[in-house]
Structure formats: C-alpha cells, structure tokens
C-alpha cells in the first residue's frame, strides 16, 4: 500500500508515546499526502478522539472533537458511541 492510498490514519496516544503521537506522527503522514488522521486520547478515563484534515497547503486542521460518541457524514459517515476506557 503507498500513502496516497491511505485514506485515514489513527493514531492511540500512550504516556510513553505522546509526543511521537501528538507531533511527529502527523507531520509524517501530513507530508504523505494522508488526507485524515485522528488522535485517540484517555483522558479522565474516558475516550477523545481529535480529528484533522490535511490541507492544500500542508499540515493539518482540526475538524472535530468527540467524547461518547463520533457522529460525522463528512469523508467517512461514522456513527458510534464510544465505550469505557479499558486501558
């Protein structure tokens, strides 16, 4: 699979690997041309998914936060209630 065939990247943030999540995770796949990534966080014990959209320019830009569920139509229509944090 090349990048421009990657449509979404996820990434689960961990205490040992925040910054490589938060920072250099998206510049790689904003320079790969990946057109959505999302940002899984536990925050308080519960589930926060950050999304992003690539663009023209590069980099990102933040398109939603979700807490218990992720409602969205836009690139992937999602509907989901997220569950308790088990890790």
């Known amino acids: ?3 421009p065939d990657v449509h979404l990247a ?3 943030v961990s205490s040992g690997t925040k910054t490589r999540d938060r920072v250099l995770r998206p510049a790689q ?3 790969a041309g990946i057109k959505c990534f999302w940002r899984v966080e536990n925050e308080e ?7 992003f ?3 023209p320019e590069g980099g990102y830009a933040p398109t939603g936060v979700h807490r218990t569920r992720v409602q969205v139509d ?3 229509p999602l509907d989901i209630e997220l569950p308790e ?3």
């Not at 014990?45 to 999304?51: K, R």
């Open 53 to 55: 959209e690539l663009l």
């Open 45 to 51: 014990n519960a589930i926060v998914i950050y999304m």
């Open 29 to 31: 796949y904003a320079e």
């Open 1 to 3: 699979m090349r990048p």
């Open 10 to 12: 996820i990434e689960v």
């Open 85 to 87: 944090v088990t890790w």
């Open 74 to 76: 836009r690139r992937f």
